[in-house]
């Protein structure tokens, strides 16, 4: 190439340069919006900007303008919007308070869940994807008594809530009219809830994972009818008709059941990883399990095979050098079993599980040493 065109080509590159630095917007700080929204615990961040936008009487893709760039605005009810670091300050100085305020708030803004930082305020609001978490509407009669609007959106780690106030049991599907479903005719559901806060205040992080293990042994007898003990489809018949499809009622009638399994296998956990348990505590603790479930009048026998499956999964090496041994002391918390150390206790409970099964998956074949195969939907 000759030296009158390497000039003409580095010309030509000066001003695609200058025409690229001048189509950059410049971002500069925006004013404090005249109406704020109140936080609202665990809410979801496109819930907070929709509730934002509408006491402003302003449209949302306006607000979102103001955030940052990004493509269109959803329905908060369907997915969850992200933010870059820019964007959370600009959200910030929207709403007079400082990012880490809104962090503690809303969990979509944590540290671990904000987009990669660029040079200008950036927002991504994808049409189908709430990343690791589900969206669950609020209990209308608790937005109400905080004069909060009654489609407040929740991040959850479940595909449902419980308003123990209220005994209403809150899910993620997003039709008009179906919210929620009372609870008063089965007051052991409410009392399962409460205890599953206790085990997981009590116990932390391996509370968490132990309940979405037992949650996921819980969903493969649901899956096969022949194991599900009677009790589930007696509180179904007491939730009515208007409750719904199975698929929906599925977690919520084998609650209180989940919650005993959850305990015990806690109880298995805490003494494996102090390094107390052995193999003849391993045959005396399956007896007890079974003895549970004959209680539920469940077919122990076969009933029992998930459950194998589970101490298989938590029969490696107790610990990593990194995790601490959990302390002596009932109630003292419990670190995350192997294999859950490296999942975030942020995560929904189907990524947390150490198991495949889901409520609605079909039944898995047993082979030929009639041992349940563990493939499944992940």
């Known amino acids: 190439m000759s030296p009158a065109e390497l000039e003409r080509v580095r010309g030509l590159r000066q001003v695609a340069a200058r025409k690229g630095t001048a189509r950059r917007r410049v971002w500069r700080t925006p004013e404090r919006l005249p109406r704020q929204a109140r936080l609202i615990a665990d809410e979801s961040t496109g819930s907070f900007l929709g509730r934002l936008a509408q006491l402003n009487h302003m449209p949302l893709e306006d607000l979102m303008g103001l955030v940052g760039e990004g493509g269109k605005a959803m329905q908060p009810r369907y997915t969850e919007v992200y933010l870059n670091p820019g964007a959370l300050e600009r959200l910030a100085a929207l709403t007079a308070r400082g990012p880490e305020v809104l962090q503690r708030a809303l969990p979509s803004l944590a540290p671990h869940r904000l987009l990669e930082a660029g040079p200008g305020p950036v927002w991504r609001w994808p049409q189908w994807e ?63 809830h409460r205890d599953r806060a206790r085990l997981e205040r009590r116990l932390g992080a391996g509370g968490r994972a132990l309940f979405a293990d037992a949650l996921h042994i819980t969903a493969l007898w649901w899956n096969i009818p ?23 009622l599925a977690p919520l009638v084998s609650y209180p059941e989940t919650m005993r399994l959850a305990w015990m296998l806690a109880g298995r956990e805490r003494r494996r990883m102090r390094g107390t348990w052995s193999v003849e505590h ?51 918390r419990l670190p995350a079993p192997h294999p859950h150390e490296d999942v975030s206790s942020g995560a929904h409970l189907e990524r ?6 889901r409520f609605g998956d079909e039944p898995p074949e047993a082979d030929e040493t009639m041992v349940w195969s563990v493939a499944g939907r992940a």
């Not at 194998?308 to 003292?332: A, C, D």
């Not at 947390?352 to 099964?357: A, F």
Request: charge should be positive.
């Open 352 to 357: 947390l599980t150490c198991l495949p099964w």
């Open 130 to 192: 709430a990343k690791d978490v589900f969206l669950v509407r609020a209990c209308d009669l608790c937005a109400a008594a905080r004069r909060h609007p009654s489609d407040v959106y929740l991040v959850s780690v479940t595909r449902w809530r419980v308003c123990a106030r209220h005994h209403r049991w809150l899910d993620n599907l997003c039709e008009d009219g179906a919210t929620w479903l009372p609870l008063q005719n089965v007051p052991e559901v409410v009392r399962a």
């Open 226 to 248: 022949a194991l599900s003990p009677p009790a589930w489809q007696a509180r179904g018949r007491l939730l009515g008709e208007e409750a719904g499809g199975d698929l929906r």
């Open 282 to 332: 391993d045959r005396a603790w399956l007896a007890a399990v079974g003895a549970m479930l004959e209680e539920w009048q469940m077919p122990a026998a076969l009933a029992l095979a998930p459950v194998e499956i589970w101490m298989q999964h938590h029969s490696m090496p107790t610990l990593h050098r990194s995790v601490n041994r959990p302390v002596q002391g009932k109630w003292r």
